[in-house]
Structure formats: structure tokens, C-alpha cells
């Protein structure tokens, strides 16, 4: 019968649209794993604190190993009245273990499982997509190293501004994708808190043991205040924010990948497994994978504005609104998956066509803030440099001479300065920390590598295997 959980307070059944609102099992049910190794963790403190024999614990453990094996198998057959899926697991095991069954949701509420259940769903994400994040960190790093001094223009304004080596613009997205892992850890560790314990919102009368559960369940510690333990969402707002702005980067990669496959850059070639043509134009190749990974940031950023304002103003404590976490969470996560496993996989087979990249980069009028410093070694004040490098360029797009011509010519520049407009020059003077020529690059070089394989180590220290 529906609503079979509280049928004792109730004379009638609930409504189809009730129902049809209500159930999340077909959302939720992709936790069971998690729900399962909670109720494990449950029976079996249960059991040591004395409110379940060890028959009725080994019991319980049995029919849970069935539901489990049931759910994995896709042999599990839902009722009407499995409205999520902490309900469909305990009516199941109800059925195969009667009267040790109606034991298991003792000092247990859905409002702490629930909350058990995400976090543990999120920690093994998180740690999920941080390897992937790591994963695509390791093809940035690979090109960074074997491109060696190719060169292309950097952009302000997405104006030519002034050139860099490709390893340097290749690292910078690496450097941002490091601090999206950066704060994957930092939020496992807030996360790192089991509510198993906390019941509806007020603890229990019976001798539970919540710091028990906790180890069972790997997390460091259990919750401090049982009202804050089933309110608290902020790991599934902070998951929706670490994707979004991860999401956000991604785009911003696939917005320069969009422009460089372009014909007018043509600063890279794609790989045909990782682009699509046109049905209609036979000579159209085409960026899919780019412009998705842009369009899906906008998808993210939704999913996380909806949920902040879902729980703006939520009294304390559990308020069903908070079942409205689960699916954006869950589109959030598949979504920034899919994105890094497509767009490593088009970075990965890249080619990047350095003589058009250098073509542009050696424009000369990229080297004029190199000029201008050129006239500040000999001791002339930058300002008075930018005016006199700034005249020249004037007169060389008013087509007076050739820029390098009048560099050459001129009494403070000469032809020192002008060998600054030679093919790859200037780049390779910029040899300042954190520069961008081949020559500054090398320290970043081991300074990435060294962070990726920090943050390796500490992603293969934060894997819990729970005990259950
Ligand atoms: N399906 C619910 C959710 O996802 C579980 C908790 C329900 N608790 C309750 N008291 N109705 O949030």
C-alpha cells in the first residue's frame, strides 16, 4: 500500500499527483550503494550498543547483501510505495527478514540518511573528477613540454598585445585547472562530517553511537549539532560551484580551441575522432566538443543559482525543498564529466600549426613594449619610451617606412633594437619569473609537475574505502 511508512497515522492513501511529485526514488535510486553501506554501518552499531541481537544484525546484513546484489543487477522490482530510495531499501528488506527488518530504522530518520547518503555520493565524485581534472592536467603538461619554443601572439582585448611561448599560454590553463582541484580537496574536507546519528533533527533517547558509524563510513568525524547535521547542503552549493567555475574554464579553453581551429587563425588542426562535419557543407570541420564544453558552463552556473535559491530562506531543520538537491547535483557532476573526458580527449590528438602561430606572433608591432624597454635599459624613463616607440609605430602604419626601418634609423634605437624584430626576438627576451619565454617557462615547467604530482598523492590519500 502507498505511503506504507506512516500508515498509522493515516486513514486514507495518497493521491496520484501527491505521489507523482513527491517520489524521488527514480532520481534517487542511483544512491543505493551508499544507502546500503549506511544502513550497514547502522545495524551493525545498532547491534553493539545492544538495541539489535547479532542474529538479528546478521539478519538484516543478509537481506541487505540481497538488496544490494537486486539493485546492482537490475533485477530490483520497485512498489508503488517506494517514494525514494531509503524507503524502497528498508520495505525490501522488510519483506525477506520480517521481523528483524522492522528494527532497521531504529534511531535512523530519512532526514539523516538522506544526508549520509549525498555526502557519501559527492565524496566518491569529487575524488572521481578531481582524477579526471588531474587526468587533463597531464595532457596540458605533455604538450607544454614537447611544443619547445613554438610562439604565438598573447592577447589583451583580443588584440595581438604581445607574443609568448605556446608552453606558457598551455600552462596557464593548467595553473587554473589546478586550483578547480584545489578546491575539490578543500571541500572534501568540510564534507568530511557523517550526520548518521542526528535522526529527524533532534538526536535519540536510545544509546547510539554516531562517532561509530562515522569511522564505519570512513569519514573523520561525526557531526557536532543534530539540527545543523540534516539542514546542512552547503557540499552539494559548494559541488555546484567547484563545477561551475571548472565549467567555467573549460569554456574559456574551448572558446580559444573555437578560434584557433578557425580558418582565419589556424593556429591548430582537430583530430577527426573529436570533430564533426556538416551535413550540408562537405568542407565544413567542425569544433563540437569546443563549443559545447562553452555552452554546458551555462548549464552549470544554472544548476547552481537554482539551488542556492531553493535554499535561500529554508528554516531550519529538513524542509522537502532539499529533495530538489539530488538532480542538479547529479547533472552537474555527469556534466563537468563528460565535458573533461571529451575536451581531453580533442586537446590530447591537437596539432597545433606553429608556423601560423609564429606567423602572426613576429608581427613586428608585437615587439614595441620590448622596444620601449630596450630605451629604459639605456637609462630613458618608460614613459618617455612608450611616447617615442608609440611615434614610430604611428608613422609606420601611416606608411611612412616599415617599422623596422625607422627602428634602425633612429638615433636612440639603431640596429640593436631592430634585431628585436626579427622572428622570435622579443619573446625570447621576456625571461622575467613567471615570464613567457621558452627560457621561463622551464622553472614552470617543474613547478606544474611537482603540483600535479602533489595533488596525485593527496587524491590517493583522500580515497576512503568505507569498512562496510
Ligand atoms: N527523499 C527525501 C529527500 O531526498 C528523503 C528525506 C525525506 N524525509 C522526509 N521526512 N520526508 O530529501
Not at 296 to 319: D, E, H, M, Q
Not at 450 to 463: F, M, N, P
Request: charged share 25%; hydrophobic share 45%.
Amino acid at each position: 500500500m502507498a505511503g506504507e511508512l506512516w500508515e498509522g497515522r493515516f486513514a486514507g492513501g495518497p493521491s496520484e499527483a501527491l505521489q507523482a511529485l513527491n517520489d524521488s526514488f527514480p532520481f534517487d535510486r542511483r544512491m543505493f550503494r551508499q544507502d546500503i553501506a549506511g544502513s550497514r554501518a547502522h545495524v551493525a552499531m545498532l547491534a553493539d550498543v545492544g538495541l539489535l541481537t547479532d542474529a538479528e544484525r546478521d539478519e538484516i546484513l543478509a537481506a541487505l547483501d540481497v538488496v544490494e546484489a537486486e539493485m546492482a543487477e537490475g533485477r530490483f522490482e520497485a512498489v508503488a510505495s517506494d517514494e525514494d530510495i531509503h524507503t524502497a531499501v528498508e520495505r525490501r528488506v522488510t519483506e525477506i527478514a520480517p521481523d528483524a527488518g522492522g528494527k532497521i530504522h531504529t534511531a535512523r530518520s530519512r532526514n539523516d540518511q538522506v544526508a549520509l547518503d549525498v555526502r557519501m555520493w559527492t565524496r566518491a565524485e569529487l575524488l572521481d573528477l578531481a582524477g579526471l581534472v588531474l587526468d587533463f592536467q597531464d595532457i596540458v603538461l605533455n604538450h607544454a613540454r614537447t611544443v619547445g619554443d613554438a610562439h604565438l601572439p598573447g592577447y589583451t582585448h583580443l588584440q595581438q598585445a604581445q607574443s609568448v611561448s605556446l608552453s606558457h599560454h598551455l600552462l596557464a590553463h593548467g595553473w587554473a585547472l589546478s586550483r578547480d582541484v584545489s578546491r575539490m580537496f578543500d571541500c572534501l574536507e568540510r564534507l568530511d562530517v557523517s550526520p548518521l546519528g542526528a535522526g529527524a533533527l533532534a538526536g535519540s533517547s536510545l544509546p547510539i553511537e554516531p562517532s561509530q558509524t562515522a569511522a564505519a563510513l570512513g569519514f573523520a568525524r561525526p557531526f557536532d549539532n543534530s539540527l545543523d547535521a540534516v539542514s546542512d547542503r552547503d557540499y552539494v552549493a559548494e559541488t555546484l560551484f567547484l563545477t561551475s567555475l571548472l565549467g567555467v574554464h573549460l569554456s574559456r579553453i574551448g572558446e580559444e580551441l573555437i578560434l584557433w581551429a578557425s580558418t582565419e587563425f589556424g593556429f591548430v588542426s582537430l583530430d577527426d575522432a573529436f570533430s564533426t562535419g556538416s551535413s550540408m557543407m562537405p568542407q565544413k570541420k567542425n569544433p563540437d566538443i569546443a563549443e559545447l564544453a562553452r555552452g554546458k558552463a551555462g548549464r552549470l552556473v544554472g544548476n547552481l543559482t537554482g539551488f542556492l535559491t531553493t535554499l535561500k530562506g529554508l528554516p531550519l531543520t529538513y524542509n522537502k525543498d532539499m529533495q530538489e538537491d539530488k538532480e542538479p547535483l547529479f547533472d552537474s557532476c555527469d556534466t563537468i564529466r563528460l565535458t573533461l573526458l571529451a575536451l581531453s580527449g580533442m586537446v590530447e590528438t591537437i596539432t597545433f600549426e606553429t608556423d601560423a602561430m609564429a606567423a602572426q606572433a613576429d608581427n613586428p608591432y608585437s615587439a614595441a613594449t620590448d622596444l620601449a624597454e630596450f630605451l629604459v635599459r639605456s637609462g630613458m624613463p618608460f614613459r618617455s619610451a612608450h611616447g617615442v616607440v608609440g611615434e614610430l609605430v604611428r608613422r609606420a602604419l601611416a606608411g611612412e617606412a616599415p617599422l623596422t626601418e625607422l627602428v634602425a634609423a633612429h638615433p636612440e634605437l639603431g640596429p640593436d633594437a631592430a634585431a628585436l624584430l626579427e622572428p622570435g626576438a622579443s619573446v625570447a627576451q621576456r625571461t622575467s619569473p613567471g615570464a613567457g619565454s621558452a627560457a621561463a617557462v622551464v622553472p614552470q615547467l617543474s613547478a606544474f609537475a611537482d603540483r600535479l604530482a602533489t595533488d596525485r598523492g593527496l587524491l590517493e590519500r583522500a580515497r576512503v574505502e568505507p569498512t562496510l
